[in-house]
Structures are given as C-alpha cells and as structure tokens.
C-alpha cells in the first residue's frame, strides 16, 4: 500500500499575498467573526493548508474563505472537491477495499469523531477519534488505563491538537451534558501520549499543549455540567501540565478558568488570585484581549467579595484592554471572547454585587450582540437576562426571556442554563398573576429534565 503525498496548494499561497502566517489567520479569524462563525485559525493551520495536507477546509473554514474571497469556489483556492476529499480512497492508494476504521489525520470536523464524543464507543473508537491508526490503537490493559503507542509522532499530535478543536466547536453548539463522559478517554490516550515520550522537542512542546488544552476542554465540560470536583482537577492538571513544559499561553489559560470555578463555587477569593496569577502568566504573551478576560475574571472575583469600588476599577481596565483589539497572538481558544461575552461578565458582575437594573442592561446587549448560530451562549445569556429581570421586578419581560431560553433548550445540553432558568422560575412565582409569567411557568414545569 502507498500513502499519497501532500500537493502544495499555490493558489492559496497567492492570496496571503505579503501577509505573514499569522497575520492571514488573524484577518481568517476576523472574517469569520463578520458572518458569525468562529473558527480556531493560526499561522500552523495557514502552513497546513498552503502545504497542501488539508486538501478541503471543513464546512466553518469553507464559510470563511467564500466570504473573504467573494465569486470564488473551493476549486479556484486550489481546495480539492469534497467529495473526493471524504472519499474511502482519500489518502490512501490500495487494489484492495479500504479499512473501515482509516480516518484522515488531517480532516478538522471529522465525522468519527463526532460520533465518538456524542454516542460513546470503544477504547479503539476512542483512538480513532483521535486520529491513530488501526495499528497503534491504544488498548486498555485495565479499566482507566490505556497502553500508548510506542512512536509519538506528527499524526498523534495533530490528532490531540483536532480531538481539543472538536470538542469546543461541539460544546460552542450543544453544550456541556452530552459530552463530558465522551471526552474523558481521548484525554486519557492525550496524557499516554505524553508519557510514550516524542523524539522531536517541537513535537513534545505541541503535545504538551494540546494535551493541556485538551484537559481544559474536559474540564470546562465538567464544569459547565455542574461537576465542580472534577473541573477543578482538569483545571490542576492542565496546571501542571503548563509548569513542566514552561508554556505561559497554557497557563494563564489554566487560571482563566480556575478563576471561573472559583467564582462559580462561591471561592471569590480564590477567582482573584487565579486570575491575577493568569494575568502575570499573560504579560508574557502581546495578547491585550487575553489580559482583557483575564482582568474581567478578576472583576467576578471582586464582585463575589462585595468589593464594588474594586469591581468597577477592574471592569474599567479589562474594557480598555479590549478596546486594544484583536492580536495576531490571541490564543485561538479565545475566539469565544468577542463583544457579547465582554457584556455577559460584565452583567453577571452587577448581578453578583446586586445591581439588577445594570446587570440586566449589559444581559440584553449580551442577547442582542451574540448570534444565533451559537444556540449554548445565546440560551446562556438570555437565561442571564431573565434572572436580572425578574430580580429587577419586571416579571413580565422575565418570562419573554425565559420562554426565548426554552426555545433553544432542544439544542443545548447545559446544567448551567437549566439551573438558572429554574431559579428563575422560583422567583417569579411570588409574581404568578402578572402578564406572560404563567404561561412560561406552565412550560417550565413540563419541560423534560435531562438526566
């Protein structure tokens, strides 16, 4: 059997023109904010392409490029035909039928993978949502514990590096609940990965990585799936993760979200120091909008402490850093982070210090700003909404808001939104007989529990 070999792809070299790597995924990046995707562009995906290992973008960078390069097709950014692409002949060149397991390293929205995180499956599923080869399928030689393949190379990395791409396009969409269970091996086969050793040292940085990546990704599942425990734990790892191999991008995101969980389960002290620790690890990137959600988790952990003067400051600077704009160096776990996530901790800063009229206001910027393409932060925000609205004492605009969140219930798998909607369902109960709010009450109560 032979293995084709990558075509560079020209055409698409052409239009980068004099623009860096880096410099083309930022303006990728910016596209896709102006259509309402969101895509984790960087210099390393920009060589990919140009070398021609990504023979057709999946479906979010096809949306992208067809913006940024109006009346053009796939074929004219010298991209193969997809269907040629998602062929069983992809990459391989054989007299005899395909394997059934053989998946492209290489393909970003891989639907294995996602059947793999949404539906469960093997420890060999598992290692093919993960991009390995039939041959070197970790195998469980206990229950938790998986064998690594014995040569860690550029395709296991690659893998992981997809495998953390996935799982937050997955989550951005659906929500938490429906993947954290699914999410746990291939982190598991990530730190095995780890522990098999690489013989490149650029190759073990990229491991560490996105292995760390990976267990903030499963820890943020935990985490939005109300399992604090093990979200913290995620988080240590990713911690440790990012002190052995000296990566200051990993850890300031690792204490962006322990100061997240900190707010969360009632530590607002804790949420402070994390995020200023984030804040140091960040001085050493040129990222202003990383510093940004890192000093406004600060501000939560103010606002937790009841300190209103240190709250206000904090927001005041955070909203000065993202007015720097974006940064060729913004890590692309940040894509998240545009205007309406801005006004979302803003709001539940208010929230937290009892303001409910201002905390509602930057709620409903939040709604208004956020597409719809992203059902799970558009039902979080209105569900915000609602709960400012109603402790506001306008229960009546409260149960439009709710109603707007069972509305996408069907799409979004989160405790944190369900929760919070029931919260609000509690507090109006007092106000029953105003306009609408029996209505969303009746609809509330019938709405299926997840379990």
């Known amino acids: 059997m032979a293995t084709s070999r990558a075509v560079p792809n020209p055409a698409f070299r052409q239009l980068r023109g004099q623009r860096s790597p880096g410099e083309f995924a930022a303006a990728v990046r910016r596209a896709a904010r102006e259509i309402g995707e969101q895509v984790a562009c960087d210099a390393r995906y920009i060589g990919r392409v140009e070398a021609g290992e990504i023979r057709c973008p999946n479906y979010a960078y096809e949306r992208v490029f067809l913006h940024m390069f ?43 993978l996602r059947r793999a995180f949404m539906a469960g499956g093997s420890a060999a599923m598992t290692a093919v949502s993960l991009g390995l080869s039939p041959g070197s399928v970790p195998s469980p030689r206990r229950v938790g514990e998986v064998e690594a393949p014995r040569r860690v190379g550029e395709a296991e990395v690659s893998a992981v590096e997809a495998a953390v791409r996935q799982i937050r396009l997955l989550d951005d969409r659906h929500g938490a609940d429906g993947l954290y269970r699914r999410a746990a091996q291939p982190l598991q086969a990530a730190y095995a990965l780890l522990d098999a050793g690489t013989a490149h040292r650029g190759a073990a940085d990229r491991l560490h990585a996105g292995a760390g990546e990976l267990a903030i990704s499963v820890g943020w599942l935990a985490h939005d799936s109300g399992r604090f425990d093990d979200a913290r734990s995620h988080y240590a790892e990713a911690l440790a993760t990012a002190r052995v191999s000296g990566d200051p991008a990993l850890e300031a995101h690792a204490f962006c979200n ?126 915000q909404l609602a709960d400012d609205l109603v402790r506001a004492g306008a229960p009546d605009r409260a149960a439009a808001a709710g109603h707007q969140v069972l509305d996408l219930l069907d799409q979004v798998q989160s405790s944190r939104i369900r929760g919070m909607l029931a919260g609000t369902a509690r507090r109006l109960l007092p106000a029953r007989r105003a306009a609408g709010v029996p209505d969303f009450l009746e609809r509330h109560a019938s709405t299926p529990r997840r379990a």
């Open 70 to 112: 109006p009346g053009s097709t796939l074929t004219d950014l010298g991209f193969s035909d997809r269907e040629t692409v998602r062929g069983r002949g992809t990459h391989t060149i054989s007299a005899g039928p395909p394997s059934p397991h053989h998946t492209s390293q290489n393909n970003e929205e891989s639907d294995v």
């Open 258 to 383: 322990t100061a997240f969980l900190a707010r969360d389960a009632g530590r607002p002290r804790e949420a402070v120091r994390a995020a200023q620790a984030g804040e140091r690890a960040a001085r050493q990137l040129s990222s202003p909008r990383l510093l940004a959600l890192l000093t406004l988790r600060e501000a939560g952990g103010w606002a937790g402490l009841g300190d209103r003067t240190g709250c206000a400051d904090t927001l005041g600077r955070a909203k000065s850093l993202f007015a720097q704009g974006p940064s060729d160096d913004d890590p692309e776990w940040m894509t998240f982070f545009v205007e309406a996530e801005l006004e979302m901790l803003e709001a539940q800063c208010w929230s937290t210090l009892g303001d409910w009229p201002r905390a509602a206001l930057h709620a409903q910027r939040a709604a208004d700003l956020q597409d719809p393409h992203f059902a799970r932060n558009l039902a979080l925000y209105r569900a």
